[in-house]
């Protein structure tokens, strides 16, 4: 008897070669040789064939790029954010994604503290300042910037993330507050010794502001020019989270007219293309999407998305129960209103 076809796999970009070789012990993989971006009929015509897809943001996926893949089942994204992914209508279409949270955790928050204190003292201005053969003698009022220890940290976004860059501030003796869609258990407040406040609250109070909240529709240049406004003029604003977050003409505005001292940004609103007026500001620090950019948190983050593709399709020790799926509830109710589901039981 002829053998049973293998599952096929679309890896929409080029990882880490060894990891990702664990796919190729369930399913044959078509895999893609260097960086791509991949406009949306390309990711239509990958998709077409293929049981399972591992991605990452660069790969936007809604309705019209899973129309025609009828074989296709789960979708693992290697990110904790997933915004390049229509939720809603993977769901409508009976696919299981995943996610990959926990393993970056502590690495982005070492890396939000990293930004905030280089907007906060300066450090990238400075940094061009000698570059440029500017310093030619000491002074004693150069590049002053603001303090960090001391301070008052605003945590906007108080997931896992949050929490960490909140636990980091005790060193500093910080007082921290945070604002939430909805308050934290009193536990949980204790453990990050973090107080909370309503969201106007959080901007006139913090000096330094911190950005860890998913996008959304909603959160859409929810830092506008009246929030913006709210900050005190020696706040420093620091943006992990992700770009349309921050309304960038209106953060340019108040970093030129000196209504907010400095601002660090690892995510933009048109990634990889950026606001030219960003980039002719001294005051603001710019880093290329980096904040979970250590080696060993970006091999974490894709073999759990590995664990995530095989489980979900049916494979490995724990098939059909991945480690991080964003909508399994919402498949089951599909499938106990009668509805047509996915995942490792099922197919359309």
């Given at each position: 008897?002829?053998?049973?076809?293998?599952?096929?796999?679309?890896?929409?970009?080029?990882?880490?070669?060894?990891?990702?070789?664990?796919?190729?012990?369930?399913?044959?993989l078509?895999?893609?040789?260097?960086?791509?971006?991949?406009?949306?009929?390309?990711?239509a015509?990958?998709?077409?064939?293929?049981?399972?897809?591992?991605?990452?943001?660069?790969?936007?996926?809604?309705?019209a790029?899973?129309?025609?893949?009828?074989?296709?089942?789960?979708?693992?994204?290697?990110?904790?954010?997933?915004?390049?992914?229509?939720?809603?209508a993977?769901?409508?279409?009976g696919?299981?994604?995943?996610?990959?949270?926990?393993?970056?955790?502590?690495?982005?928050?070492?890396?939000?503290?990293?930004?905030?204190?280089?907007?906060?003292?300066?450090?990238?201005?400075?940094?061009r300042?000698?570059?440029?053969?500017?310093?030619?003698?000491?002074?004693?009022?150069?590049?002053?910037?603001?303090?960090?220890?001391?301070?008052?940290?605003?945590?906007?976004?108080?997931?896992?993330?949050?929490?960490?860059?909140?636990?980091?501030?005790?060193?500093?003796?910080?007082?921290?507050?945070?604002?939430?869609?909805?308050?934290?258990?009193?536990?949980?407040?204790?453990?990050?010794?973090?107080?909370?406040?309503?969201?106007?609250?959080?901007?006139?109070?913090?000096?330094?502001?911190?950005?860890?909240?998913?996008?959304?529709?909603?959160?859409?240049?929810?830092?506008?020019?009246?929030?913006?406004?709210?900050?005190?003029?020696?706040?420093?604003?620091?943006?992990?989270?992700?770009?349309?977050?921050?309304?960038?003409?209106?953060?340019?505005?108040?970093?030129?007219?000196?209504?907010?001292?400095?601002?660090?940004?690892?995510?933009?609103?048109?990634?990889?293309?950026?606001?030219?007026?960003?980039?002719?500001?001294?005051?603001?620090?710019?880093?290329?999407?980096?904040?979970?950019?250590?080696?060993?948190?970006?091999?974490?983050?894709?073999?759990?998305?590995?664990?995530?593709?095989?489980?979900?399709?049916?494979?490995?020790?724990?098939?059909?129960?991945?480690?991080?799926?964003?909508?399994?509830?919402?498949?089951?109710?599909?499938?106990?209103?009668?509805?047509?589901t996915?995942?490792?039981?099922?197919?359309?």
């Open positions: 008897m002829p053998m049973p076809e293998r599952p096929r796999v679309w890896v929409s970009q080029p990882l880490f070669d060894d990891v990702v070789a664990r796919l190729g012990e369930h399913f044959d078509v895999a893609t040789a260097q960086v791509t971006k991949h406009g949306p009929e390309a990711i015509v990958a998709l077409r064939d293929v049981d399972g897809a591992l991605v990452t943001l660069n790969d936007p996926i809604g309705a790029q899973v129309a025609g893949a009828g074989r296709l089942r789960a979708i693992a994204n290697v990110g904790v954010g997933y915004n390049n992914l229509d939720l809603p993977l769901t409508a279409a696919v299981l994604v995943t996610n990959t949270p926990d393993v970056l955790t502590e690495t982005t928050a070492d890396f939000g503290w990293a930004l905030m204190m280089a907007a906060a003292r300066r450090i990238g201005e400075a940094e300042w000698l570059r440029e053969g500017q310093w030619r003698q000491w002074s004693f009022d150069s590049l002053l910037g603001g303090d960090v220890h001391g301070a008052t940290l605003g945590i906007l976004g108080m997931g896992r993330i949050g929490q960490a860059i909140a636990r980091r501030a005790a060193g500093f003796r910080m007082r921290v507050l945070y604002h939430n869609r909805s308050r934290l258990p009193e536990a949980v407040e204790r453990e990050s010794a973090a107080a909370y406040v309503g969201f106007e609250e959080l901007l006139a109070r913090a000096d330094h502001l911190i950005l860890v909240l998913p996008y959304s529709p909603q959160a859409h240049h929810l830092v506008d020019a009246a929030a913006l406004a709210r900050m005190q003029p020696h706040a420093t604003l620091t943006n992990i989270a992700r770009g349309g977050i921050v309304d960038e003409d209106a953060l340019a505005d108040a970093l030129e007219h000196g209504r907010l001292a400095a601002a660090g940004l690892d995510v933009f609103e048109g990634e990889p293309a950026l606001n030219p007026r960003l980039l002719s500001l001294r005051n603001v620090v710019l880093t290329p999407h980096i904040a979970s950019g250590s080696l060993a948190t970006r091999r974490a983050m894709v073999a759990l998305a590995v664990d995530n593709l095989i489980a979900a399709l049916g494979h490995g020790p724990d098939a059909g129960r991945p480690p991080s799926p964003l909508n399994a509830a919402q498949l089951a109710e599909r499938a106990g209103a009668g509805g047509r996915m995942g490792a039981q099922g197919g359309r």
